[in-house]
């Protein structure tokens, strides 16, 4: 495990479980990356909820309730989609705080648009707090994912 992104989460813990708090995640580019380094952290049970991998769009649909027509009007990659991931993790779980993220990690599949290293990151909370932000992160597949996790992590920090 990555030095940087155990402390992020380690620091995220201690956030969580001071306030009393629990988070899920969604992940779709990222494949439960942020929930792994999340579990790392010994008594992670006491502010985790759970992690939903949504990689293809029929999962992000079925398990998170990302509504069809948002898929094909936006993209599965889109601000539209990860707000709605990152409700649908709330509404599917006990938490009080969701990150969701979505993106193109590469080497294909990046179009002038959305070029490969396009990520987006939704942040809510149960009590209608929602940011989303959008990611232009240089570098290779494994580059782009290690940087949206930890983007991910500091992001929901700076929230709390």
Request: glycine share 10%; charged share 20%.
């Amino acid at each position: 495990m990555d030095n940087e992104l155990f402390e992020l989460a380690e620091r995220l813990g201690r956030t969580l479980k001071a306030k009393g708090y629990k988070i899920a995640t969604a992940e779709s580019c990222t494949g439960g990356w942020i929930a792994q380094a999340i579990t790392e952290v010994p008594g992670s049970s006491a502010w985790f909820d759970r992690g939903l991998v949504t990689y293809s769009n029929d999962a992000k649909v079925q398990m998170l309730g990302v509504n069809p027509q948002t898929l094909a009007q936006h993209g599965a990659v889109s601000a539209e989609v990860a707000q709605q991931m990152a409700a649908g993790a709330l509404a599917n779980s006990e938490a009080d705080w969701a990150i969701a993220v979505t993106g193109i990690a590469g080497p294909d599949g990046g179009s002038e648009e959305k070029p490969v290293g396009t990520v987006y990151i939704a942040w809510q909370n149960k009590n209608g707090f929602s940011n989303v932000e959008r990611l232009s992160v240089p570098g290779n597949r494994h580059q782009i994912r290690k940087q949206a996790v930890k983007k991910a992590i500091e992001g929901v920090l700076s929230f709390l």
